[in-house]
């Protein structure tokens, strides 16, 4: 018979588990919405002090802010067009010197404007890829200029920097009537996956998030009627369309050192649409 007072007391230990970003810092791009709010709100969740970039909503970017401080987080809303050099560039700017550095890039911001080729406008192809290509670029820029200045923290993450890339499934799969969005898309893909060959020696990780179909102000018309929602359901295998926090739990685990060992790699989040649903019963 084991003496009882032998036995270990059950009670739990006090410490807190410190969270899988604690102490990290991050700037998401678009977050005033859709899946940017989802991806800020999950960071902080999981530990992290997070920038509200937006261009245009400031009280819907204080609605973000708010959500972040609920989690015990700080947050700090920052209006800047993703497509001006300047703009991204006094973003960092005040970054770091509100919160001392950059851990993280959720490069998010992205806009469509929808047109069959033949009537696409020169001012809706650059719009689009101002904002979803060049965005990227200059935020990435930015980003990685921090990270190699300061390098790894180990204290705080085994890589120098994190950048999770919003691509979609459409930097893969070609789409009719959105020539510039799938364009801006499968130019993000080779972007990001050359800036990951070039910085992993640095080790600054670099990958992208390609969503499907997740429900946001950005595809209304794709999920607000039941007819809609009926037809993309033909394109999803899994049967259900995607929500904007699907998104925000990958966005946390690519930043986080979890994912460590992944390098220049695209995570489809998309319920099967990757996988030729048509041929399920045809070819
Ligand atoms: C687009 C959405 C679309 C989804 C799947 C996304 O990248 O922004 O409008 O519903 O791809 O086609």
Same mark, same amino acid.
């Given at each position: 018979?084991?003496? $009882? ?8 230990? *006090?410490?807190? $588990?410190? !969270?899988?970003?604690?102490?990290? !810092? ?18 902080? @969740? ?13 009280? *819907?970017?204080? @609605?973000?802010?708010?959500? =972040? ?16 050099? #300047? ?7 005040? #970054?770091?010197?509100?919160?001392? $550095?950059?851990? %993280?890039?959720v490069n998010n911001a992205g806009i469509q ?5 033949? @009537? ?13 290509? *060049?965005?990227?670029?200059l935020g990435a820029r930015e980003a990685v ?16 920097? !994190? ?21 801006? !898309? ?17 080790? %600054?990780?670099?990958?992208? %998030? ?7 102000? =950005? ?19 899994? #049967?259900? %369309? ?22 220049? #790699? $695209? ?17």
């Amino acid at each position: 018979m084991i003496p $009882t007072e032998k036995i270990p007391s059950p009670t739990m230990p *006090t410490c807190e $588990t410190p !969270k899988l970003l604690s102490g990290q !810092k991050a700037v998401v791009t678009g977050a005033n919405s859709g899946i940017g709010r989802a991806a800020a709100i999950s960071l902080a @969740e999981a530990g992290a002090d997070v920038v509200v970039n937006y261009v245009a909503g400031e009280d *819907t970017a204080a @609605e973000v802010i708010r959500e =972040i401080e609920a989690r015990g987080q700080r947050g700090m809303a920052y209006r800047a067009d993703v497509s001006s050099e #300047t703009e991204v560039a006094a973003m960092f700017g005040a #970054t770091t010197e509100e919160f001392g $550095t950059v851990d %993280i890039l959720v490069n998010n911001a992205g806009i469509q404007k929808d047109s069959p080729f033949d @009537e696409m406008t020169l001012d809706q192809w650059e719009a689009v890829i101002g904002v979803n290509l *060049t965005g990227q670029f200059l935020g990435a820029r930015e980003a990685v200029r921090v990270f190699k200045k300061r390098g790894v923290v180990p204290e705080v993450s085994c890589s120098a920097g !994190k950048i999770v890339a919003m691509s979609s499934v459409h930097d893969s799969i070609p789409w009719a009537g959105h020539v510039n969005y799938a364009a801006s !898309k499968g130019g993000v893909m080779l972007m990001y996956k050359s800036i990951a060959q070039e910085l992993a020696p640095y080790r %600054i990780r670099v990958n992208s %998030i390609a969503p499907g179909a997740v429900r946001t102000p =950005i595809n209304t018309d794709a999920w607000e009627t039941q007819e809609a929602y009926d037809k993309l359901m033909k394109l999803i295998p899994y #049967t259900r %369309i995607g929500e904007p926090r699907d998104i925000g739990q990958a966005v946390v685990w690519l930043s986080s050192d979890q994912s460590d060992y992944l390098v220049g #790699t $695209t995570l489809y989040v998309d319920g099967g649409m990757m996988l030729y649903p048509g041929f399920a019963t045809g070819g």
